[in-house]
């Protein structure tokens, strides 16, 4: 009975890190989903601005203002550049996060399993224990019967 307790045990613990494990799929999916979108919206409006910017400079004033032009599209590249960067750090953070947490759970659900296996083999050597001691008196009796049997027989 307590290998069947035991593989239940096991077998709820299983189940518990599968869906553990398909939560943080799913949290980690849907974060690089956000993340990527994000990114998306960004490069777009960058490519948006450096459009707007090139059409209205070289329409205006090509030749005075390309110094300027250029100096702006390395401003909006390298503050796009900083934001996406900044978002891939989140990223990068919210992942690390997420481990640590799966890490603490399983780390507490393994704590939790070697607790319950404890458990188990103590509550299995009593129960072997009472066993033996239920054997020892049946051998007792078992002899005690046999000498009343050749008691008998001799008699």
Do not use: C, P
Not at 38 to 58: A, H, M, Y
């Amino acid at each position: 009975q307590w290998q069947r307790e035991k593989e239940k045990m096991v077998a709820e613990f299983d189940q518990k890190i599968h869906s553990i494990e398909a939560e943080k799929e799913r949290l980690l999916e849907e974060s690089h989903l956000q993340l990527k979108t994000k990114i998306l919206e960004l490069n777009q409006k960058f490519e948006s601005t450096v459009r707007r910017v090139q059409t209205s400079d070289i329409e205006t004033v090509k030749q005075e203002m390309a110094g300027e032009h250029i100096r702006q599209i390395a401003e909006l590249q390298q503050r796009f550049q900083q934001e996406i960067e900044t978002v891939r750090t989140e990223e990068r953070r919210l992942g690390k996060v997420e481990e640590e947490k799966t890490r603490s759970i399983y780390a507490e659900r393994e704590r939790q399993t070697a607790e319950d296996l404890m458990q188990l083999e103590k509550m299995h050597a009593k129960r072997v224990s009472q066993l033996e001691q239920q054997i020892a008196v049946l051998k007792k009796k078992v002899e005690s019967l046999e000498i009343e049997l050749r008691q008998a027989v001799l008699t």
